[in-house]
């Protein structure tokens, strides 16, 4: 009697918490690194961060599988690091690379399987037909500091794809934020890192929803890695305000996450495609360089809320964690005759609340096994 009663129970919990899951919002710097206070950065400010970071897992040991801007997202996007994806070097302009045609891309699987699609922000990966999202509005629609940097621009496409999502369907949203990467060989007018960029000042246009924060050279934090000099210093006080315009769009994100009555059915990932563009970040394989920010938010998982974690973790695992979160298969298929196997993990079991199910197949049919997670 005791034993029924315990099926039951478990039976009901598995209903519960593995029936129909909600969304997922994939929210990406642009060389953001670790000037927040989530990682005892104590002058960059940083509330939208800390927020989310209050109901997520920080992850300490987290590595890009490539340092650099499209590789890493392609990786991110596809799940294959980028020697496997094609991506081998920039998608834009004049580098033009692109993955392999075949590849089965994240928002390719979602789209197939039924999930809305959107992208707001940079992009920089293609081709079009391997990376296709129902909603698209990317550098390749307007101007990269338009999209990538206007926050309240952002908001406003994000919501339009937010207001179009039904209530009996799920969403997959990639909000490609273009700060904190610098812009002083496109557009010095702004500045080394775009700070001046919608700043209200003369010729600067405004961003309605930012509220710039500056910071002095001399107060800033000069990480190990960088040489302390004068110049060193004023680029890092600029890239401070940059993070705050991020910082601000990530709070954006969030709340019309509420607004649309999804913070608490959606899973919420940010992270970076490579590490700061200082001497041994950006493009170097250093840990300044490879070494990311990364934070998960599992509305399942809230006894895990603001702890951190030190295992290793990849950005290759973000397909298998959005895979496990919709509770989809990745496809069986080939590249260059060969086939495809993911190689990173979710990180679900890591982030949800202790008391996990794992479904074994026995010849008797399904059993269920109770176990405590780490
Ligand atoms: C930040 O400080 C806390 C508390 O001192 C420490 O446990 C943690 O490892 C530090 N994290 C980083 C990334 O330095
Ligand atoms: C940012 O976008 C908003 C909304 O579209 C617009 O009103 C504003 O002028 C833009 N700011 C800049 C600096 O382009």
Redesign the pocket.
Known sequence: MHRLAFVIFISLHCVATYGKRGNVLVLIGDDAG?ETAI??NSVCQTPGLNYLASRSITF?NAFTSVSSCSPSRSAILSGLPQHQNGMFGLHNSVHHFNSFTDLKSLPLILQKAGIKTGIVGKKNVGPEAVYPFDFEVTEEQMSINEIGRNITLMKDKASEFLSKIKSDEQFFLYIGFHDPHRCGSTNPEYGQFCEKFGNGEPGMGVIPDWKPVHYSPEEIVVPYHVQDTPKARSDIAAQYTTIGRMDQGVKLMLQLLEKYGHLDDTLVIFTSDNGIPFPSGRTNLYSAGMSEPFLLSSPEGKSKWGQ?NKELVSLVDIVPTVLDWFGLDYPDYKLQGRKVQLTGQSLLPLAHDDLSLQFESQPAGLQYKVGYGK
């Open positions: 670790f990682y005892n300490e951190r």
